[in-house]
């Protein structure tokens, strides 16, 4: 059954929205340009993988759960935000082993990413809404469409704008100002998620 379109606008504009601006899952992928195909692969890859679970989830009542355990809802905003500052810590001190431009630290795994999206609220938000919106088991199929056709290019425009940057980072000074600086970025978002949740 074709979902509503009247329903179904709204989600996309939101989903396009969301994917698109500044959070947590942006900020990896660019850096992971940076860093080449694999890695790319890795964040997206494990994103979409980790969105599509959590609408999973949701649909299946995990939402109304968290919803009826606060405690439940809070602690898993903060392993995201403890995950979140773990992968900025390693960016800003990365080991005492000497790096170059396409090497440690290591972007995500897969299922890493996956795992995230579990803890992530930008991601509870986006799912969650768009199942609000769509409800029913009819319309799992158009929202897991929509998620995968809409996040995956959103997320591989910020890592081109990472390989793009890639001539500039060239010096081993301007990488470290910018690890450093993707790093803060890290540990804003996860200092945020953390702040609202508590």
């Not at 769509?134 to 890592?159: F, K, R, S, Y």
């Amino acid at each position: 059954m074709i979902p509503d379109m009247n329903n179904l606008l709204p989600v996309v504009g939101m989903l396009i929205a969301t994917a698109l601006t500044p959070g947590p899952n942006n900020m990896l992928a660019l850096e992971s340009g940076t860093r080449g195909t694999r890695a790319v692969l890795r964040i997206v890859l494990g994103t979409v993988s980790g969105s599509l679970l959590l609408l999973s989830l949701i649909s299946l009542g995990v939402g109304a759960l968290l919803a009826a355990l606060p405690a439940l809802s809070t602690g898993l905003t903060i392993l995201g935000g403890a995950y979140l500052a773990w992968l900025g810590v390693r960016l800003v001190w990365p080991r005492s082993r000497p790096r170059d431009v396409q090497t440690g630290p290591q972007p995500a795994t897969v299922r890493a990413m996956a795992l995230f999206q579990l803890a992530n609220p930008k991601a509870w938000l986006l799912v969650g809404t768009s199942v609000t919106l769509l409800p029913g088991t009819e319309n799992l199929l158009p929202l897991a469409l929509a998620i995968v056709v809409i996040t995956t290019p959103c997320l591989l425009l910020w890592a081109l704008v990472g390989a793009a940057s890639l001539r500039l980072l060239r010096r081993p000074q301007s990488r470290r100002r910018f690890d450093i600086c993707m790093g803060l970025a890290l540990a804003t978002s996860a200092s945020w998620s953390v702040l609202h949740a508590v």
